[in-house]
């Protein structure tokens, strides 16, 4: 594997790393571990650990989606290997 392949699968694997370190914190952070932390704020008249047990890590879930497809459209422009 040459220099520009390393360093692209290195970049790749940092982004997935950082995608997978908030998903875990909005899943089981969050929703189960900070939950009753999280339930002493309200959000639209509910508990927030609650509100993110059940929605917001769905939305927060979205938003990686989006997130990853950006940067990894950055990323393969960055090392030449983008398919437009």
Known sequence: MDNNSAAYWQA???LLAKILVVWFLVSFGAGILFKDA????????????FWFAQQGSMYVFIGCIFYYAKK???????FDVHEE
């Open 12 to 14: 790749t694997l940092g």
């Open 38 to 49: 999280l339930d002493n704020i309200s959000l639209g008249g509910y508990p927030l650990g």
């Open 72 to 78: 990894m459209g950055d990323i393969d422009r960055k």
